[in-house]
């Protein structure tokens, strides 16, 4: 996706993901495994990987959303 700022992209979804492990370590349903964020013009999908990364992707609004996810989870297992 073009025009895209990537930085941006990364902070705002390490920052959500962080509120979202606060809200669900305090409500004792443990880590999500996939946090999907979609919007007008696109979604954000994002899972964490073993070391503690973050994997990400930006995706049209027509993405098929559960193969991105299979793809960001066959990614983070790569990361061992």
Avoid: Y
Wanted: charged share 20%.
């Amino acid at each position: 996706m073009e025009g895209i700022r990537a930085n941006a992209v990364a902070a705002l979804s390490g920052s959500l993901v962080r509120r979202m492990r606060r809200r669900a370590d305090a409500a004792g349903v443990g880590f999500p495994q996939f946090v999907h964020i979609q919007a007008a013009d696109g979604a954000i999908c994002a899972v964490p990987a073993a070391d503690g990364t973050l994997v990400v992707a930006i995706a049209d609004p027509d993405v098929n959303v559960g193969l991105l996810r299979l793809a960001l989870l066959k990614v983070a297992e790569l990361m061992l």
